[in-house]
T-cell receptor
Framework: GQQLNQSPQSMFIQEGEDVSMNCTSSSIFNTWLWYKQDPGEGPVLLIALYKAGELTSNGRLTAQFGITRKDSFLNISASIPSDVGIYFCAALYTGANSKLTFGKGITLSVRP | DGGITQSPKYLFRKEGQNVTLSCEQNLNHDAMYWYRQDPGQGLRLIYYSQIVNDFQKGDIAEGYSVSREKKESFPLTVTSAQKNPTAFYLC???????????FGQGTRLTVV
């Protein structure tokens, strides 16, 4: 089946640093999504990407839809303590059996 | 305010009892989903519905049941047949099956 790979499971960075995380698959998708989940809350959609090669920003966040359609990355610049949380990638292949597939998430910790 | 409401936030039940988790959305979305989240396991799909009066099993449907009698409501029943029901449950909805999903705040179920 379709799987999205996110690693490592946890990342630890210093406040002010940039961090990049990627999401890879052996399958092709035509929509990539990035979510953030705060402890005890539901995931919140950060960025949606709809076209191969697309680069989209949302404040300090930048995400790109890989040109092969098999990967995506998310970059957070100048991290702050409230960036702490779990970052999930998700992807869709729209069609007869389309289903939203999620990665297992990366837990980000930011040291002040 | 448009959104997805899950209630209650915390739920405690005795082993052997069925329990129903509520999910309501006022986004006029056709598709709704239930996910289960356990530490380190990411999001696992329990059931989904693409239209009123229709729903499909996800990856871990055993021990759960759903109904979709109204477009805005998709309640999940955790039955006594579910071997390990203690978990964080997330409801989501999307305009249709080919678009990004938005999540509720989650319900943490503890069975004692």
């Amino acid at each position: 089946g379709q799987q999205l790979n996110q690693s490592p499971q946890s990342m630890f960075i210093q406040e002010g640093e940039d961090v990049s995380m990627n999401c890879t698959s052996s399958s092709i998708f035509n929509t990539w999504l990035w979510y953030k989940q705060d402890p005890g809350e539901g995931p919140v959609l950060l960025i949606a990407l709809y076209k191969a090669g697309e680069l989209t920003s949302n404040g300090r966040l930048t995400a790109q839809f890989g040109i092969t359609r098999k990967d995506s990355f998310l970059n957070i610049s100048a991290s702050i303590p409230s960036d702490v949380g779990i970052y999930f990638c998700a992807a869709l292949y729209t069609g007869a059996n389309s289903k939203l597939t999620f990665g297992k998430g990366i837990t980000l910790s930011v040291r002040p | 305010d448009g959104g997805i409401t899950q209630s209650p936030k915390y739920l405690f039940r005795k082993e052997g009892q069925n329990v129903t988790l509520s999910c309501e959305q006022n986004l006029n979305h056709d598709a709704m989903y239930w996910y289960r989240q356990d530490p380190g396991q990411g999001l696992r799909l329990i059931y989904y519905s693409q239209i009123v009066n229709d729903f499909q099993k996800g990856d871990i449907a055993e021990g759960y049941s759903v109904s979709r009698e109204k477009k805005e409501s998709f309640p999940l029943t955790v039955t006594s047949a579910q071997k390990n029901p203690t978990a964080f449950y997330l409801c989501a909805s999307s305009r249709d099956r080919d678009t990004e999903a938005f999540f509720g705040q989650g319900t943490r179920l503890t069975v004692v």
